[in-house]
């Protein structure tokens, strides 16, 4: 029984470091970005931008509305991070099927930088 | 007293003839009237082609001197509807009939007309002309990283005029950001010192014409031309669109449009040859 309460307790404890222990990483934010993105997701995609990126999240939102979208094989990974600032660069696709026809967007080509505002990661631009 | 009832006939016999159906000069009122045709709000009296405005032959004039430039180029933005496959290469294929007096223009722009635009493809909108991703990422080697496909067909193609025919592809409450980014795609135009030419578009999709309004009204506040395709094809069956949709032309609305385009590129020509 004194086990089962130290495991228990142990876990909790594990949750509690977990959710203490600061935001989601510069590149899981801009997994999350790209799955809002092709989910015409504005509210997630609004809360995971700076103030001045909002209207290009905006932006890169609406232009996905024409065709069916969604991401393959993503893996994305810090170029830089000095703590405030970080670039994040991905591989994998953004698979855009209008009809029957497919159109593959290389996400390697897009660098976002990010920025520490508070304890969250933000996209705020692009390079 | 009769003479009093007979004042007052008199009197009522003036004031009804004065409204009479008596006809009445109609100076005042045609004023008023081509001021009011001119207004955005009634887009759909525009005529298909317009005649070009003194700023547009000004910035085609200055277009022509301009070495940066290509004057047998023009470049498209749009969807599927403006890519080659239904958009002006049949007449130089020889897929469409060409009228005698356009062999000229279409010479002129040949290699415009066969050729695929960056901007403008399958699905495409507005926003995707402005947002990188639909450039270098999408395959178009030309481009650079971080450049879009609206900067990018521009500095790789150097056109001196532009046509614009969007709107197709939209969802409910984006009225706003298409008509701010629809201006912000002009100002890149003609930043770019070629001359914008817009369009408007045969659907309703958005139920209410605001955005044929939007287009019109962009048209109006930069004094640069638009062709009134909605109008083109309203005397077809459906009005020019595929039933039950109601969303793309027909194979005869694509023919009422090439040829609308074809008069507007004629016009072009014309200042660019003189």
Redesign the interface.
């Known amino acids: 029984m004194k086990r089962w309460i130290m495991v228990v307790l142990m876990l909790g404890l594990c949750v509690f470091l977990v959710s203490c222990s600061g935001s989601t990483s510069p590149a899981d934010v801009v997994v999350g970005y790209y799955n809002a993105l092709v989910a015409g997701d504005a509210s997630s995609l609004s809360q995971l931008s700076c103030a001045d990126w909002e209207q290009q999240s905006r932006l890169m939102l609406d232009s996905f509305t024409g065709v069916k979208a969604r991401v393959d094989s993503i893996a994305c990974s810090e170029l830089e991070n000095d703590g405030s600032n970080a670039a994040v660069n991905c591989s994998g696709k953004i698979i855009a099927t209008y009809g029957t026809e497919d159109q593959e967007i290389d996400l390697s080509n897009t660098t976002f930088l990010l920025q520490k505002q508070g304890s969250e990661w933000l996209v705020c631009g692009q390079k | 007293m009769r003479s009093r009832l007979l004042l007052i006939i008199l009197l009522l016999t003036l004031v009804l003839a004065g409204t009479g159906g008596a006809p009445r000069p109609v100076h005042s009122s045609t004023i008023v009237q081509q001021v009011d045709d001119q207004s955005p709000e009634r887009w759909r009296e525009w005529p298909v082609v317009p005649v070009l405005s003194a700023r547009a032959v000004e910035i085609l004039n200055t277009a022509a001197q301009n070495s940066a430039l290509d004057p047998h180029t023009f470049s498209k933005i749009g969807?599927?509807q403006f890519t080659p496959a239904t958009f002006l290469a049949g007449y130089v294929k020889g897929d469409y009939s060409l009228p005698a007096e356009y062999e000229q223009t279409a010479h002129y722009f040949k290699e415009s007309m066969v050729r695929d635009s960056i901007t403008a493809?399958?699905?495409?909108?507005?926003?995707?002309v402005?947002?990188?991703?639909?450039a270098?990422?999408?395959?178009y080697q030309e481009c650079f990283?971080?450049e879009t496909p609206l900067e990018c067909e521009l500095r790789t193609r150097r056109p001196v005029v532009v046509l614009v025919a969007l709107g197709t592809?939209?969802?409910p409450g984006?009225e706003i950001?298409f008509e701010e980014?629809l201006r912000t795609v002009v100002e890149v135009i003609l930043a770019s010192g070629a001359l914008p030419i817009l369009a408007t578009k045969a659907d309703n999709i958005e139920k209410d014409w605001k955005l044929n309004l939007a287009n019109a009204r962009i048209a109006a506040d930069y004094d640069i031309p638009l062709v009134n395709v909605w109008r083109a094809v309203q005397p077809l069956p459906n009005n020019g669109l595929q039933a039950p949709n109601n969303v793309y032309l027909t194979a005869n609305g694509w023919l009422e449009q090439n040829r609308a385009w074809l008069r507007i590129l004629d016009e072009v020509r014309v200042v660019l040859e003189p």
């Open positions: 969807d599927c493809a399958n699905g495409l909108g507005v926003s995707s402005l947002n990188p991703m639909f270098a990422g999408a395959g990283k971080n592809n939209w969802k984006q950001t980014n």
